[in-house]
Nanobody, 123 residues
């Protein structure tokens, strides 16, 4: 399984961006997909995750982005999106998509990371 992220760029404070991350491959099911970020000099932190709850998705957000970011999944396209609004300079970071998955019929969960896409928010 490979991940390809896109959508980063430069935006002014208050603006919006949408990140996408598509998983390639077959024969697997998605347990969860989401986004982490790492700002210069800081540790990587979780931003938003969508978990496949069986009866519906469960979305979790970091407190710092709650109400401004929306994470959603398109299972048919194996793609996760992060719609970011009301962006702030402190949102500047490299954003990494994360996938937790398993092969059909297996219970062991695997994890993969995308290559990272830079989001820069100017003040």
């Amino acid at each position: 399984v490979q991940l390809q992220a896109s959508g980063g760029g430069l935006v002014q404070a208050g603006g919006s961006l949408r990140l996408s991350c598509a998983a390639s491959g077959s024969g697997f099911t998605i347990n969860a997909m989401g986004w982490y970020r790492q700002a210069p000099g800081k540790q990587r932190e979780s931003v938003a995750q969508v978990t496949n709850g069986g009866y519906g998705d469960i979305a979790n957000y970091a407190d710092s982005v709650q109400g401004r970011f929306t994470c959603s999944m398109d299972y048919a396209k194996k793609t996760v999106y992060l719609q970011m609004s009301s962006l702030k300079p402190e949102d500047t970071a490299v954003y990494f998509c994360n996938l937790r998955w398993r092969y059909y019929g297996r219970t062991f969960e695997r994890e993969d990371w995308g290559q990272g896409t830079l989001v820069t928010v100017s003040s």
